[in-house]
């Protein structure tokens, strides 16, 4: 096995500095500051650079679900590569490790939902969709139906379309300079949004804000809405109860399909294989991505259902591809993940164990501390909402800059925990335990400590 050349962390940084464009990163804190050079893995921690031991509060970036140094996974992709490192779906082919983790997925998906298209990334997942959805429409002879309505503080992928989907304004640029016939409205976050509205009226309220986009756009050109069941990187945002069946109603009402993005959901991380089924939702394409192979490669699906493939089956060649499409490595990569998820219980350990003693552990913490206004979150992505008066659900600025604090000092001190908005936000792997649980729980307890101090 060829060993990475240790260098110290110094040495690390000042290479990745010369060379390195990162994501979601100001190159000048780069230039400036260095950036945190993670070395190895196993289950919930990673270690760094100087050899400290991290929890990984996030799971990589939502995606790491079975955790760190599973060989099963290196084992499958070796055996893939050595019988055939490539081949492709285009022009009537296949492989075999495809055609299983399409079969695979269809036994796991919704009803209806049994047919899947493979991409390398959520984003991709999301920008044949967009065109998939406008052909569906298209063949029905429906050409103005090409609309899509998404949410503020959606995150939808990073590729043109995908940014065009996305409502961080900060972030995407929403409304400036995107694709045009993509249109947004208000992420239902009743704490922050919902005012004197009890939170199943705020439900319904924000679910009827899509009601009326369709109304002021027209029925007739508007192909779809898409939403994650809870939205992730947005705050993990989980809506009343109201709104997902409200949010039905109006798609089937509407003719306007309903794209659940799965790409944080799907795959455990609400307590069921994907969120849809945890929130009772039947979508016409569900994109999934990140635990699909627990980010070991990358690799994403995109599932249609019948009632879609049924016309796109009828339309003739679909031009669309990319090289690689399901690829095999990807593919046997994914199907082992699978395998571990599903023969280790882990879907239902988030439902009836972990998932509930992390979600209790939060809401003890945010029932004691100053700061914390709100809890939220299902089976194993969560949110605190840092704030300044609970009574009023008044919340922390942007100058109290209070989540940034939070997670710079959970670092400092061994957890890797986001920082959204006035919002702590973690998502950790599935496998994480009782006591790496309340390991997270000190560190977090100790961070906010020391925000709420800093705030006076
Ligand atoms: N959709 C959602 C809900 C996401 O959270 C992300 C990424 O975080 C994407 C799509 C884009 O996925 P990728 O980063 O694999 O392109």
Known sequence: MTEIKMNSTAQWQARDARHHLHSFTDPGLILEQGSRIIVRGEGSHVWDSDGRKILDGMAGLWCVNIGYGRTELSDAAKAQMDRLPYYNNHFQSAVPAMIELAERLAGLTPAGLDHFTFANSGSEAND????????????LGKPGKRTIISRTLAYHGSTVAGVSLGGMPAMHGMDNGTLPEFAHVEHPHWYVNGGDLAPADYGLKAARAIEEKILELGPDNVAAFIAEPV????????????????????????????????????????????GSQTFGIEPDFMPMAKGISSGYLPIAAVALHDRI??????????????????????????????????GEGLVERVRDDIGPYFQASLQALADRH???????????????QLVRDKATRTVCTMEDNAAILTREACYADGLIAR??????VLSPPLVITRGEVDELMEILTRALDGTARTLG
């Open 128 to 139: 044949v969709i967009v065109r998939l959805a406008r052909y569906y429409w298209k063949l």
């Open 231 to 274: 939205q992730g990187a947005g705050g993990v945002i989980v809506p009343p109860e109201t709104y997902w069946p409200e949010v039905q109603r109006i798609c089937r009402a509407y003719d306007v399909l309903l794209i659940a993005d799965e790409v944080i959901c799907g795959f455990g991380r609400t307590g069921a294989w994907f």
């Open 309 to 342: 493939f049924d016309v796109i089956a009828k339309g003739g060649l679909w031009p669309h591809g990319y090289t690689y499409s399901g690829h095999p490595v990807s593919c046997a990569v994914a199907l082992a993940n699978i395998e571990i998820i599903a």
């Open 370 to 384: 100053p700061l914390v206004g709100e809890r939220r979150g299902v089976g194993l992505m969560a949110a605190l």
């Open 419 to 424: 920082a959204v908005g006035q919002s702590m």
